[in-house]
């Protein structure tokens, strides 16, 4: 079976305080960390993960090695720029409301991941998604028959992933609230096409009760 195992980062000082984050260097909370090292533990039950990917960015790299802690060894992380969150330059650090300010024509109860402009010094969601589909398809390629990977990722990646997977509107999806932190999708990939068997997995949240 080969399968590929996808989670969101763990709870940074900027999720908490409700900043958008893009490629800032934000740090996990102390719950962030938790976060990270429960899921370990809990994909350490269940998965034998033979190959890790991950973001390149801070939070992702915490929330790997975190991850590690809580498995009791992973392999070596590949960090690729490719599983980066969406990018929004200049107005990175902003609060949500800020950046809706900026961009009135925004629907308020949308995500701003969905922003239908690209802010100076950002991407447009077209780039976003075709990096992410190619960082998709190498992790494909590279998973070979019997084997797991795990990639630690972004919410707005894997709203990507997900719509691309279950054939949702890709527009529908973006505007979503992301998953909750260290949440893990599973993905079978045996199949004619890969397989969504498992979303929003939060095993690791009862360690935290």
Same mark, same amino acid.
């Given at each position: 079976m080969r399968t590929l195992l996808v989670a969101r980062h763990g709870e940074t000082t900027w999720n908490r305080d409700g900043r958008i984050q893009g490629w800032a260097p934000s740090r996990l909370t102390?719950?962030? *960390? *938790? *976060? &990270?090292? &429960? %899921? @370990?533990?809990?994909?350490? +039950?269940?998965? =034998? /993960? #033979?190959?890790v990917f991950a973001s390149d960015l801070r939070r992702t790299r915490e929330t790997a090695a975190a991850?590690? #802690? @809580?498995? @009791?060894? %992973?392999?070596?992380c590949a960090f690729d720029t490719d599983w980066r969150e969406r990018g929004f330059g200049i107005m990175q650090g902003l609060y949500a409301d800020e950046l809706l300010d900026e961009f009135p024509d925004h629907d308020r109860d949308a995500s701003v991941i969905s922003l239908d402009a690209a802010p100076e010094g950002g991407e447009g969601i077209p780039t976003f998604r075709g990096?992410?589909? =190619?960082?998709?398809?190498?992790a494909i390629a590279t998973t070979d028959a019997g084997e797991t990977t795990l990639v630690v990722t972004h919410g707005?990646?894997?709203k /990507?992933?997900?719509?691309?997977?279950t054939d949702r509107d890709p527009d529908a999806a973006l505007a979503e609230d992301s998953q909750l932190n260290c949440a893990v999708n599973e993905i079978r990939l045996?199949?004619? +096409?890969? +397989?969504? /068997?498992g979303e929003e997995l939060t095993g690791w949240q009862a360690l935290l009760d």
């Open positions: 102390d719950r962030g *960390q *938790q *976060q &990270a090292t &429960a %899921l @370990g533990a809990w994909l350490d +039950e269940r998965y =034998s /993960v #033979d190959r991850v590690g #802690d @809580g498995y @009791g060894g %992973l392999p070596d990096r992410v589909e =190619s960082a998709w398809d190498r707005g990646v894997i /990507v992933l997900l719509a691309k997977l045996d199949g004619d +096409e890969p +397989e969504l /068997v």
